[in-house]
Structure formats: C-alpha cells, structure tokens
T-cell receptor, first 113, second 112 residues
Framework: DVKVTQSSRYLVKRTGEKVFLECVQD?????MFWYRQDPGLGLRLIYF???????EKGDIPEGYSVSREKKERFSLILESASTNQTSMYLC????????????FGEGSRLTVL | QKEVEQDPGPLSVPEGAIVSLNCTYS??????FMWYRQYSRKGPELLMY????GNKEDGRFTAQVDKSSKYISLFIRDSQPSDSATYLC????????????FGTGTRLQVFP
C-alpha cells in the first residue's frame, strides 16, 4: 500500500520561528510536491522536486524553501513564520508515467500566532 | 480570472440521489483531467482520470469531459453517505503533466 507520511499533523508556532515540515514516501517516486490548501483558494503549489537535490519553484514559493537530500524525503522550511502562512500543508509524490496521480499525505495543519 | 473554476458548494443531497459536480476552465491546452476526493482531515486521493474528451465510467462514478465547452463533470449515481467529502477537479497540459491545476473543491454532503 502506497504511503506518504507527514511527520506533524498539527503545529502551533509563533511569528518569526523557523518551521520544518517533513514528508517521507515509501514508493520510490522521483517527483515530490508541497502544496498549501486554503478555503476558497484550493491547492496551490509551493515547491516541487524531480530528483535528489533538485527543486523547482511552484506558484507561491515566497517565504518557503525546501530540501531533498534523499529520494524518499522532502522537507518544507519556513525560515521565519508569519501569520499569513497559517494553513494546511500537503505533501505529495507522483509515480512514473506522469499520469496525474498524486499520492498525498494526510496534511500538516500549521497555525502561526 | 482563475484557470479552473469550481463551485464550492456545499451541495447537500439525500441518499440515492444522482450528484453532478462540475468545473470550467479557460486554458484550451489542458488535455488531462482528474477528479480527487478528499475526506475531512485527510489528503486528497485520485478518483477518476480521463484524457482529452469523452466519458469514463467506474462503478457509480462517471467522468465527462467536453473540451469544446471547456467543461468537465463528475456524476455520482446512487449516492451514499460515505460519498460525503470534498471533490476537487484537476487538470494538466501535455509535457507538463506533473503540474496540476486544481479547482477549489466542492463540498458534498449525502444525508441518510
């Protein structure tokens, strides 16, 4: 059974704190993605990665960075969290053939106070 | 104007009803069309995938694409309370199939 695991389901952080969101997939997929999901705005792509140590900006990369040191792990970093980064963060991976099937984790709900 | 438009709902129907969920889009380059289902407090999961125009059926679910109208639909027959979820449409272009553009999602409630 395919699995994408996000380490933290719920986080509460203060403005200015550094935040790490971790994601691990066990399907040996090359492509991994970070989205944020907000009411009325849907899913928006923050960053994605085609391979280890490779990263590409998505539609809303400002205020975020990513790290992909191993194929199975893709981390999202908020260098200095702000209240407008309060959101649901979803990690996903995509298998070969690019059929459009994204496998999502259960999400990390981040609240920045 | 958003590339993909989807009515957020909520849509509330009785068990057994036929449900129609829809998305419109503006970019004629989209060729791959998907429907994802997202249960509360879970990540989305792929429900249906179609390429270009036409219909695709899978059990109680039918996905329909009308490229001339830039309109896609998901029909659910004999809806069940377990179908209560948010349904997101998504689409992508050829040679860029890893960049999905999502609709905002329609929340569906099926009551017994």
């Amino acid at each position: 059974d395919v699995k994408v695991t996000q380490s933290s389901r719920y986080l509460v952080k203060r403005t200015g704190e550094k935040v790490f969101l971790e994601c691990v997939q066990d399907m040996d997929h090359e492509n991994m993605f970070w989205y944020r999901q907000d009411p009325g705005l849907g899913l928006r792509l923050i960053y994605f990665s085609y391979d280890v140590k490779m990263k590409e900006k998505g539609d809303i990369p400002e205020g975020y960075s990513v790290s992909r040191e191993k194929k199975e792990r893709f981390s999202l970093i908020l260098e200095s969290a702000s209240t407008n980064q309060t959101s649901m963060y979803l990690c996903a991976s995509m298998g070969p053939g690019n059929t459009g099937e994204l496998f999502f984790g259960e999400g990390s709900r981040l609240t920045v106070l | 104007q958003k590339e993909v438009e989807q009515d957020p709902g909520p849509l509330s129907v009785p068990e057994g009803a036929i449900v129609s969920l829809n998305c419109t889009y503006s970019n004629s380059a989209f060729q791959y069309f998907m429907w994802y289902r997202q249960y509360s407090r879970k990540g989305p999961e792929l429900l249906m995938y179609t390429y270009s125009s036409g219909n695709k059926e899978d059990g109680r679910f039918t996905a329909q694409v009308d490229k001339s109208s830039k309109y896609i639909s998901l029909f659910i027959r004999d809806s069940q309370p377990s179908d209560s979820a948010t349904y997101l449409c998504a689409m992508s272009r050829p040679y860029n199939t890893d960049k999905l553009i999502f609709g905002t999602g329609t929340r569906l409630q099926v009551f017994p």
